[in-house]
Nanobody, 126 residues
Framework: QVQLVESGGGLVQAGGSLRLSCAAS????????MGWFRQAPGKERQFVAA????????SYGDSVKGRFTISRDNAKNTVYLQMNSLKPEDTAVYYC???????????????????WGQGTRVTVSS
């Protein structure tokens, strides 16, 4: 089993930046592709970004392309989400998740992610 703990959320003005972190413990972190998802109040969960186990492949949701960057440090068992040029519509609870399908490309489909963190809240004021 993998335990995931997100941090780094908070309140920021539009145009600002935040970096989210997700620390993993339990099984070998590099055995998992990792993803970030978000859920705004009253809305469905939305894919944000994903990264392969090696960090060599990434994918992004259309709404964050060019503004957000996902990265990972396997030595620190941590995945990051750098969020720049934040907009009020980025306000949501952000979740990291672990996908054990190493031989697949990082996926945007939440149903492939086996483990989820409890989330960190990001609020972007206009």
């Amino acid at each position: 089993q993998v335990q995931l703990v997100e941090s780094g959320g908070g309140l920021v003005q539009a145009g600002g930046s935040l970096r989210l972190s997700c620390a993993a413990s339990g099984r070998t972190f590099s055995n998992y592709n990792m993803g970030w998802f978000r859920q705004a109040p009253g809305k469905e969960r939305q894919f944000v970004a994903a990264i392969s186990w090696s960090g060599g492949s990434t994918s992004y949701g259309d709404s964050v392309k060019g503004r957000f960057t996902i990265s990972r440090d396997n030595a620190k068992n941590t995945v990051y989400l750098q969020m720049n040029s934040l907009k009020p519509e980025d306000t949501a609870v952000y979740y990291c998740a672990a996908d054990p399908n190493l031989f697949a490309e990082p996926t945007s489909s939440g149903r492939y992610y086996l483990y989820w963190g409890q989330g960190t809240r990001v609020t972007v004021s206009s």
